[in-house]
Every structure is written in C-alpha cells, then in structure tokens.
C-alpha cells in the first residue's frame, strides 16, 4: 500500500510540474515575443487613426473590449493618455493571437495577462464577468496597496529584486480579484535596459488538484510549505474537518488575505497535532504521525516550482 502511494504521488506530482512548465515556458516566450514588440515597433503599424471608435473611456481610462470582453487592452489612466501611450496600445494589440493560443492550450492558465509600470494592461481573459464591477478610475499599479491580492505584480521581478530578469513563481497561493483560488508566474519586460513591467499568468489550483489528489482514493491533501492547506479530496474531508478554500464572492476584498494566512493555514488550526504535519512535511517524505488519537503513516511528494506538497495520509497497518 505504502508504495504504491508513493508512486501515486510521485505521478501526480509529475504531471503537475510538466503543466506548471508548459505554463511557465510559453509565458517566458510570451515575454521576449513583447521585448521584439518593442525592440522592433518602428516596423509596426501603430496608427491611432479610428481608435477612439474602438476604444471606451471608463473615467480617465482606455479601454478596449474584443471578443465578447476576452481580450482586454487597456490604459488605466494613471498616466495622462495622449497619442504616446495610444500608440504603445496599438503595438501590444499584436500580442493578441499569442495571448490567446496560451489562454486556451494551457490547462491551468485562468489569465494570460502583462502589465507596464505606466499601468497599461493588455490581456486574454474572461473579463464579461468582472468588467462591469471594476471602479472606472482604477490604478492597475495600485493593486498591491489595495490589498486585492497581497501580491505586487512589479516587485516580484523589478530589477532590485531579480536583477537577473529570471520569471518567479508567487511564493503563496491566494485568492486572485474575485474568486480564483491561483498561483501566478512572474515574468519581467525590458525595453532594452528599461525596466517596462511583468507578464503576471494566474495558474489556477483547482485542475492541479483534478490532476492529483482529487485522484487518489487514499486519504489525500495539498499543503504549501507554509502550512496553507490548498485542497483536500473526498476522503480526506470525510475524516478531517477542515476549512479549504471553495469559490464564495467576497464583499471585502482585503479579507482574503487573512483568510488564507490564517483560516487556511494548519499551523493556525487549534489542534497543535495538524502543526505536526505541516512541519513534518518540510522535513521528511515518510513519517509516522497520529492525528485526533488515530495513527498514520504519512507520505509526501513536494512539487517545487509553487512549494506544494502532495501527502497521502495512510492508516498505521
């Protein structure tokens, strides 16, 4: 039983991972295809003629809306939009077909989105379903201050902290603008030496677990290296009662935050036993542990680009 589990896990973990590089690989050339964008604008045609009939004004932003609101490109008003900025707007319109075959190859990218530090986005996303809720002045830049996220999609990546222009990983799960229980991958823009912005994909965490545990008729969790529980499958909920994140609209965005670090995390929960495990995990693949009076035997395969740990929780023979 225990090592057939094993490698259970370790196949689990193994699809995860390849999904999670597809995502990761097509986002970085994704990137460099943007870094030629600019690099060779002047061979583009960038007229703004016939863009005001295309584009919105939401307040002091510029928007524009293609195919059924999925691809959004959009200036957010920070920055005063004159005919410089119309014009960067109409070169990242030809990203659109390569946002796009990346919104629909890879399984679990939820948005496939870049943003500029003069807050202009441009993205393929299922935008019909938040577009209307979204505040006409909305700053993309101020995001992380807002606390929508808790993540700054620019200092993952910006030149102090990666001066090596590597993509990074997000270094918790959470809970995206919405709903989206998601991981996202970092990816820097450069005009030359000029730091431009990030390519912010959202990984989303619900086919990773289809892919996994969800699987497994072993008792089964997801648990991040920080202790957040991300998902646990049906038999595992049957024995432990704990909270895992499910789809809710949230009144108070700011209140995801400390929903994940805190209601979500075992090394919060009253029962000092689940610290045990969450801490077990960073140390060993194999371990006995009891839980609630019950004794296990507890397995793990760690996928290391987003830090979670697959763990099967097996009733001591």
Known sequence: ??????????????????????????????????EDLLAYRDLYDTSIEGMDERYKRQGDAY???????????AASGAVPVDDRVKRDLRLYEYAKPRLK??????RYCDEMWFFTTETLACGWVEYDYIGPNLPERIDLTMVHPFRVTRLDWFAIVNPVNNPEREGKWSSFPFVELY?????TYH????????????FVPH?????MLEDSIYKGKAKMMAIHDDGTLIGMNEAAEK?????????RLWDEPSAKVPYVRNELNLMKNEC??????????????VFDLTILGKEYTILKERIPLIGMNLVALLDKE
């Open 179 to 183: 709903h989206q229980w998601v991981f």
């Open 272 to 285: 000092e036993d689940f610290h045990w495990l969450a801490d077990g995990i960073k140390w060993q693949n």
């Open 203 to 207: 990984a989303k965490i619900d086919p």
């Open 239 to 247: 024995e432990f009662d704990l909270e895992t994140y499910k789809f």
């Open 63 to 73: 928007v524009l809306y293609e195919d059924g609101n999925l691809f959004v490109n």
């Open 187 to 198: 990816v820097p823009l450069y005009d030359g030496e000029k730091f431009m912005g990030a």
């Open 101 to 106: 075959d990346a919104f629909y190859r890879l």
């Open 1 to 34: 039983m225990i090592d057939e589990t094993r490698k259970e896990l370790r196949d689990y973990a193994a699809t995860v991972s390849e999904n999670l590089r597809k995502l990761s690989d097509e986002t970085d050339r994704l990137a460099c295809f943007v």
